[in-house]
């Protein structure tokens, strides 16, 4: 989203994991210094009754998996072993529903915490893919990547699971934030 959103002139984002704002002890106060709070639709709800003060800010914004992550996914055999590295539960019902969607079958699909994931994990087999978000640690902490390439090198695949604001979202956003940055300015 932070891609998506960064070419947005006078913006400055921030990213916000859902859990790091329903476990905190004053959501309204960690959020009230923010002009406008996008959230994907399925957290709308949540986020609406955390922030019953901030209502006029928070907007919904559609996402879908981006493309790319797709056709990745829809190129696997059905009786893939699939291993999901997650962050939130919300993440993993998301990649879940999409596999199961796909016609992936749910016995042979295992899911790890990211902070309970290692690299011996899926060693010395029993897991033909990982799907994990852009920025896990498989991603971006290089003490993976030696494992990540013996996995790859045995055949396995590694999928990094991008999602997308949908375009007329985009659009929407674009509006809002230039109808605030022109309040600003008149102000």
């Known amino acids: ?4 959103l960064s070419w947005l002139p006078g913006v400055a984002l921030s990213i ?16 009230s210094s923010f002009d406008l709070i996008i959230t994907p639709s399925k957290h709308l709800e949540a986020i609406s009754g955390l922030l019953p003060n901030l209502s006029g800010r928070v907007m919904e914004a559609a996402i879908s998996p981006c493309h790319e992550t797709l056709i990745q996914i829809t190129s696997l ?15 993993l019902a998301a990649v879940k529903d999409i596999l199961l969607s796909f016609g992936f079958w749910e016995d042979r699909i295992q899911s790890f915490f990211e902070m309970d994931y290692t690299t011996k994990t899926y060693f010395p ?3 033909d893919v990982l799907i994990s978000f852009a920025d896990a640690h498989i991603f971006t902490n290089p003490e993976f990547e030696f494992r ?5 090198a045995k055949g396995g695949r590694i999928i990094a699971f991008h999602h ?13 934030v230039g109808e605030l940055l022109n309040h600003k300015r008149t102000s």
């Open 125 to 127: 087999g029993g897991i």
């Open 164 to 176: 997308q604001i949908e375009k007329g979202t985009l659009i929407y956003i674009q509006n809002r």
């Open 77 to 91: 055999p059905r009786d893939s072993r699939i291993g999901i590295i997650c962050r939130t539960n919300v993440f």
């Open 148 to 152: 990540n390439e013996e996995f790859l």
């Open 16 to 31: 916000f994991i859902l859990e790091s704002i329903t476990e905190n002890e004053n959501p309204e106060g960690l959020l």
């Open 1 to 4: 989203f932070k891609k998506q």
